[in-house]
């Protein structure tokens, strides 16, 4: 990099590029929405066992990509993206304790 190029970004913050360009926005935008028809999916199709923990990994991975790159945490603050990714961590905490809750709570008792 330049001196020039150096002393533009500097002069003038508010014109240095932070984000995706609107092509990245676009290819998020479709990755989105097959992730989401994947998700709706799961009510047409009969998974299983998996259809509760696909549709927990869908989620978290919608919320790491709307996080990163529509809440512009990739190019932001470390401090907010921890405060953000505590909040997802204890969210599917709380999911999985009351999955594996409500499992035995249904169980057969001897």
Same mark, same amino acid.
């Given at each position: 990099?330049? %001196?020039?190029? =150096? &002393?533009?970004? &500097?002069?003038?913050?508010? &014109? %240095?590029?932070? @984000?995706?360009? #609107? ?9 989105? @929405?097959?992730?989401? /028809?994947?998700?709706?999916? &799961?009510?047409?199709?009969? *998974? @299983?066992?998996? @259809? ?7 989620? %978290?991975?919608? *919320?790491?990509?709307v996080a990163n ?5 990739? *190019?932001?603050?470390?401090?907010? =993206?921890? $405060? !953000?990714?505590?909040?997802? =961590?204890? /969210? $599917?905490?709380l999911y999985a $304790?009351? !999955?594996?809750?409500?499992? *035995? /709570?249904? %169980? #057969? =008792? !001897?």
């Open positions: 990099m330049s %001196a020039t190029e =150096t &002393t533009k970004d &500097t002069e003038h913050p508010s &014109t %240095a590029h932070h @984000g995706p360009e #609107p092509r990245e926005y676009v290819r998020i935008a479709l990755v989105l @929405g097959v992730l989401t /028809a994947l998700e709706v999916s &799961t009510y047409f199709v009969e *998974f @299983g066992r998996l @259809g509760i923990p696909l549709l927990l990994v869908l989620m %978290a991975i919608k *919320f790491v990509m790159f529509f809440m512009h945490l990739k *190019f932001d603050n470390r401090l907010y =993206t921890r $405060l !953000l990714y505590s909040g997802l =961590t204890l /969210a $599917l905490s $304790l009351t !999955l594996v809750i409500m499992t *035995f /709570a249904s %169980a #057969p =008792t !001897l």
